[in-house]
């Protein structure tokens, strides 16, 4: 069945926005994936979502209902993209992935971990978080640089998903992690995730969203806090999230486009909090900072 490609033209200021819409209405749906794309010889940002062609009646009237309030004047357009073949497709999608010191692999390609790998074992399932997102690779890519370089005695990964982040801490350092998720089905997949990882004990799974108080309890606050989740939800939890931070602790936000990046560290430089580094991976940036308080 072939593929097709619904989207939208726009302009580098309104992609971000438009794209936080779709990826609300859509999520990671297998057969409807929302994402934007550049053409920068012709300055164009187009947002655009893809699924098989029996889905396209269903998506076509999901994005026409959601553009109705802001964005009327938008035409949706339409591509039908050459013939896939799926099998192999999602075999691709299952390959491992590397980032910094860490190998996410599926079951079946536990022969390609090395010696010194750190490696987490997620299969593709019902929740984010394989590895394969440019949000995911780059907050692995920091975990590993701010747990060997900073002190770590407990994190919060808040948005948990498949649960891959906060296995990633707690294979790199045995401290306390609470994991929080808005969905009850994320949380599941994330406990599975860690028992078939070999975590028994040290990661709390707990239904919450955002900063939910009965979910955090007696936990906090927190030497680390990564949110990989989109930049507007990051924006507004600033001053929420910097209030569950230990003095001198570190933060890691994902789920950022490269266009939205300084509003998001504005707000939180708003908070008091010091940029410490940002890293891009496939259009999508992460960014770590830190408590002012304790910056020698
Ligand atoms: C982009 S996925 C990240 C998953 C995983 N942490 C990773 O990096 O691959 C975002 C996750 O955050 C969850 N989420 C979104 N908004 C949230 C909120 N306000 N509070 C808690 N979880 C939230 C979603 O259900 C989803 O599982």
């Known amino acids: 069945m072939s593929e097709i490609r619904l989207y939208v033209t726009t302009t580098e200021a309104l992609a971000g926005e438009i794209l936080d819409l779709m990826t609300v209405c859509f999520g990671e749906e297998d057969l409807a994936i929302a994402t934007t794309e550049v053409d920068e010889k012709n300055d164009v940002w187009e947002a655009s979502v893809y699924m098989l062609a029996d889905e396209e009646e269903a998506i076509r009237a999901r994005l026409e209902d959601l553009f109705s309030a802001d964005f009327a004047d ?45 490696a987490i074992e997620i299969e593709a399932g019902q929740a984010f978080g394989t590895g394969h997102h440019g949000t995911t690779a780059g907050c692995l890519e920091v975990i590993g640089d701010v747990v060997r370089s900073r002190t770590v005695r407990n994190a919060l990964d808040l948005g948990t998903g498949s649960g891959v982040l906060a296995i990633a801490v707690r294979k790199l ?83 950022i486009l490269a266009s939205q990046r300084w509003k998001v560290i504005a707000a939180y430089n708003g908070a008091g909090l010091a940029h410490v580094r940002t890293i891009w991976r496939n259009g999508w940036v992460t960014i770590h900072l830190r408590h002012g308080r304790g910056l020698v």
């Open 173 to 255: 350092k045995r401290v306390p992690v609470l994991a929080t998720d808005i969905d009850p089905i994320a949380v599941a997949v994330a406990e599975g995730n860690a028992r078939s990882n070999g975590i028994v004990e040290g990661i709390e799974f707990r239904v919450a969203p955002g900063f939910h108080s009965t979910a955090f309890g007696e936990y906090g606050p927190f030497d680390l806090i990564i949110a990989n989740i989109l930049a507007r939800p990051l924006m507004k939890m600033a001053p929420q999230l910097v209030a569950h931070l230990a003095p001198g602790g570190s933060v890691i936000l994902s789920g």
């Open 74 to 118: 938008l035409e949706i357009q339409r591509e039908v993209l050459p013939d896939i073949d799926w099998i192999a497709k999602s075999l691709e999608g299952l390959k491992p992935v590397r980032a910094g010191r860490f190998i996410v692999h599926g079951s079946h390609d536990r022969d390609k971990v090395r010696v010194n790998d750190l």
